[in-house]
């Protein structure tokens, strides 16, 4: 057997493995969408209150992608991954004295700490994808191990509902406690990973990464010099600020056009992102036939088009306008990673931290979308994505060329 078909077996164990960090990332990251009403509940909490542990989790984002990156170029994707699977569980862990305090900041801090296992798994987990794919395929291979993510999505809300939702008249204590067994199980199976990572013999990223540097003589040392990283970085923002933006204010815009109750509306908001895992797996397919920066000019093109209508026709046609976005959002993440990422050999890691960084556009964005619509009007405000979404098309037709240098 030669060592380029065993190179190409360990990679595909590789891209396996990953497939499980990123259901995991998916499954933890969307039970924030059952504790908050659980916690605002039990706690008495406002809004703005119950909201902080999503604040929480995009403050980790701002806060540790940069370490993060760094940490991963001293030991490594795979340590990376096995480091965040840990330090995640430890969070999870810490969710048992938070419980038994009854205490909202132990809780918030817990969490943080959780959030912080999460980064260490994106800015690993992402990157590593990408250099073990087979060259021209990142954006395609990113885009369908990301599509579990998604499945993740799907299925956490209904699942995290069946074990943390408890009867009504359960007393405060009870309802504090339901969070406890749920989040050691999830504890014991992320050390599991960790574990199985550990024990299975991986490629060293790092090796391809440096490969990729010997062969580029264009003379950077530093990875702030790469035009397109720093436009992918932007690209980020603007994504992830424009999905949370358009899914966050989604169930008042159906209440105002279309009269359905938060509860319908909440049915109609899985279109929104069930449209987002669809739209990865045949994702996976079109990226094949076609090139990456073309389809993701393509589907921002279709997003901004959709957000204008919405605003200029209202009504039944707004609402079906907006749900349909989340089928076109479905590449635009992995797509931009991989384009902002691609041939910055050793510096893959630093710019994976750089990258994820941007991931605090999810609470920028809507906050500035919110406040437009206190001032001009729900639907106006769209505008805001609107606009993110076009920096998309620019960075899709432009932007991601990787022969442009900062001075």
């Not at 992995?334 to 510096?347: A, D, E, R, V």
């Amino acid at each position: 057997m030669s060592s380029q078909t065993t190179q190409s077996q360990n990679n595909t164990l590789a891209l396996g493995v990953l497939t499980s960090l990123f259901f995991m990332m998916g499954f933890i990251t969307c039970m924030n969408d059952i504790l908050i009403p659980h916690l605002k509940k039990i706690f008495d909490l406002s809004y703005t209150q119950a909201m902080l542990v999503q604040f929480c989790f995009f403050t980790a984002y701002a806060l540790m992608s940069i370490p993060a990156g760094k940490l991963v170029e001293k030991i490594g994707y795979k340590g990376g991954v096995i480091g965040g699977f840990l330090i995640a569980a430890l969070g999870c862990v810490l969710f048992y004295p938070a419980a038994g305090s009854a205490s909202y900041p132990i809780f918030l801090g817990a969490l943080f700490i959780l959030a912080t296992g999460i980064v260490l798994l994106q800015v690993a987990g992402n990157p590593y994808v990408t250099l073990l794919a087979k060259p021209g395929k990142e954006s395609t291979t990113l885009t369908l191990i990301q599509a579990f993510n998604s499945l993740a999505t799907t299925v956490a809300p209904p699942l995290g509902a069946a074990l943390i939702f408890v009867d009504a008249t359960a007393s405060k204590a009870q309802q504090v406690s339901s969070v406890q067994i749920p989040y050691l199980g999830l504890a014991g199976f992320m050390v599991l990973l960790a574990v199985v990572v550990a024990m299975i013999k991986l490629p060293d990223a790092r090796q391809i990464a440096n490969q990729e540097t010997e062969h580029n003589h264009d003379g950077k040392t530093s990875v702030w010099q790469y035009k397109h990283m720093i436009l992918g970085a932007v690209g980020i923002f603007c994504y992830v600020g424009g999905e949370v933006a358009i899914g966050s204010m989604m169930i008042n815009v159906l209440e105002k056009v279309a009269g359905l109750s938060h509860e319908t509306g909440a049915n109609y908001l899985a279109i929104y992102w069930g449209g987002a895992m669809v739209g990865r797996f045949v994702g996976t397919a079109v990226l094949n036939k076609f090139e990456p920066n073309k389809c993701l000019a393509f589907n921002a093109s279709v997003v901004v088009v959709l957000i204008l209508l919405a605003i200029l026709l209202g009504g039944k046609v707004a609402m079906w306008c907006l749900l349909c976005i989340g089928l076109f959002n479905s590449i635009m993440f992995p797509t931009i990673f991989s384009l902002g990422t691609k041939g910055l050999g050793k510096f893959t890691g630093q710019a994976s931290g750089i990258i994820c960084t941007a991931i605090v556009g999810g609470a920028i964005i809507p906050v500035a979308q919110g406040a437009f619509a206190d001032t001009i009007g729900l639907l106006p405000a769209y505008f805001v994505s609107a606009v993110c979404y076009s920096y998309i098309v620019y960075f899709a037709l432009k932007g991601y060329k990787a022969d442009e240098k900062v001075a």
